[in-house]
């Protein structure tokens, strides 16, 4: 692992977070906003360590994932009112309030999405 600076994968990870808060403040449907966002925030999360951190694309791949589920454990666990965070609104945003197997779901896709991304960078 080698620390460093990628101006492409800083532009990806800024892409990624608007499409986010467009999601997030524009999109009400059944659908995208509940699925494509928490796929989305997989490839977000990893792009933006991929900005800073130069490693074999598995081993932060991996890193994310288990990122994703961690924080979907805490949602599982009420972490929210065990921390006394339960009115902040960012920690609600940022931690979740409800643990669900579909978000599980949507990690591991996002997660497979990457994987699928990274082998297409060395194939060609």
């Not at 925030?41 to 800073?52: A, C, D, E, P, R």
Request: glycine content about 2%.
């Amino acid at each position: 692992m080698k620390f460093t600076f990628s101006p492409q994968n800083l532009f990806i990870t800024l892409a990624l977070f608007l499409v986010e808060v467009v999601i997030a403040l524009f999109v009400r449907d059944k659908f995208i906003r509940p699925y494509s966002g928490d796929i989305l925030v997989v490839l977000l999360v990893y792009y933006f360590l991929k900005t800073f951190i130069k490693t074999k694309p598995i081993y932060l791949a991996v890193f994310t994932l288990l990122f994703a589920f961690f924080v979907e454990w805490m949602q599982h666990l009420n972490a929210i009112t065990h921390l006394n965070l339960q009115h902040n609104k960012w920690a609600k945003i940022i931690i979740g309030t409800s643990f669900s197997w579909a978000d599980i779901l949507c990690y591991t896709v996002g997660f497979l999405i990457i994987l699928w991304i990274e082998r297409k960078k060395l194939i060609q």
